[in-house]
């Protein structure tokens, strides 16, 4: 079984990524200290893959980072997602925050993004993407998930991330997209 180093300690971010890519041996390893300052999702993967990679070598290692992506905020919150009202990981302050900015706002279709960052062992340094298109609920709606999963419905969907069973949303997520894409380079 290959082994792939995964920069974050975020379990729930771990537990979909080991429920997409099985047959791997996911490893946790933690990009501490490491400032996400890019401007975009990309770059902050490459940032957290490049602070594992050192410590791992002749291993994949990989990183992913993700957000939501509002078209009438130009793209907000964007690479602040996880940060959105302040405080890192403030999930209920984070949805409450973006709730109100789009009060009033009819046009509210919005985009889940994953960039994944990969450092293969001999080095190589791939970075693929996945997104996942839909639109910001009025209200959060549903108890599974994590982050904005309550307030985004997928396109094709009735029901929130949030409402999805993790089987479904892992099905058609933008870190399932990405991860799709990381399974087909590492084979």
């Known amino acids: 079984m290959k082994k792939i180093f995964v920069a974050t300690q975020n379990k729930h971010k771990l537990s979909e990524i080991a429920a997409i890519l099985t047959g791997f041996e996911i490893l946790p390893d933690d990009p501490e200290g490491v400032e996400e300052n ?5 770059g ?3 940032i957290k893959v490049r602070a594992i990679a050192s410590r791992h070598k002749g291993d994949w290692c990989m990183a992913d980072d993700s957000g939501l992506e509002v078209f009438a905020l130009g793209g907000e919150p964007g690479v602040r997602s996880a940060r959105y009202a302040g405080r890192h990981g403030d999930t209920p302050a984070n949805n409450a925050l973006l709730l109100k900015n789009l009060q009033g ?17 001999d080095g190589a340094e791939t970075v693929v993407e996945g997104e996942c298109r839909g639109e ?3 209200e959060p709606a549903g108890t599974d998930g994590f982050g904005y999963d309550p307030i985004f419905r ?10 999805l069973s993790s089987e479904e949303k892992n099905a058609i997520s933008h870190r399932a997209m990405a991860l799709a894409k990381v399974k087909s380079i590492i084979g």
């Open 136 to 138: 910001i609920l009025l």
């Open 38 to 42: 890019a401007p975009d999702f990309s």
């Open 154 to 163: 997928p396109e094709g969907r009735d029901v929130s991330f949030a409402q």
């Open 44 to 46: 902050n993967a490459l």
């Open 105 to 121: 706002v009819s046009d509210r279709r919005a985009r889940f993004v994953t960039s994944c960052a990969l450092v293969s062992p």
